[in-house]
C-alpha cells in the first residue's frame, strides 16, 4: 500500500476462476459485511446475463455499465466488492476502488484457471476453440493491471478457507494502518 487512506471495503480483483466470489462471500460472512459481485450488478441493471449483453451490445456496453457501477460503489461502506476479471484493467476503476477500498488481486495460474473455468460456459471471454490459449492471452495483457492492487495473493491449491484467511489478515492489516 502507498499513502494512508480510508479503508470502508474491500475489494476483490483478479482473473475469472480465481475465487473472487467465494472468497469474497466467506470473507464478508465472517466480517458481517454485505457482500456484492459487480457482474451480477452488471446483469442486474441490464436486465440479461453478462454473455446476452457481449453478444448483443458487445464488451464495451458491459464496460461502460461495469464502470458505473464502480462509481457508485465508493459510497459503500463495510463491503466486500468482488470484480469482474477486467474491471481493474481500467485505471480510473482502479483508482475509485483505491479512494475506499483495500484492493486485493487474487491470482492463479492459466492451467489452474482453465481447470476451474473450463466447464463454464457463461464466461463469454472464453468462447473461443483454444481456451487456454485465450486464457493465457487475457492473463497476460491484464497482469500489468493486477500488479497494481494493494495485494496479490495466490490462490493456487489453497483452499477457499486459506485464501479468505489470508484476505481477512491483509484487510486487518491495512485497516489498521489507515485509522486515524
Known sequence: MNAPRAIRNLALAGFMGTGKSAVGRQVAAEMGFAFV????????RAGK??????????????????SEIV?????????I????????????????????????CLWASPEMVFERTRYASHRPLLQTADPLARIRELLAAREPAYRQADVLVNTEFRSIKEVTQQVLHQFHTARRASAP
Open 81 to 104: 466488492v468482488s470484480t469482474g476479471g477486467g474491471l481493474i484493467v481500467n485505471p480510473e476503476n482502479l483508482a475509485s476502488l483505491k479512494t475506499h477500498a483495500l484492493v486485493v
Open 37 to 44: 459481485d459487480t457482474d451480477e450488478l452488471i446483469e442486474a
Open 49 to 66: 446475463r453478462i454473455s446476452d449483453l457481449f453478444a448483443q451490445e458487445g464488451e464495451p456496453a458491459f464496460r461502460k455499465l461495469e
Open 71 to 79: 462509481a457508485e460503489l465508493a459510497q459503500q461502506r463495510d463491503t
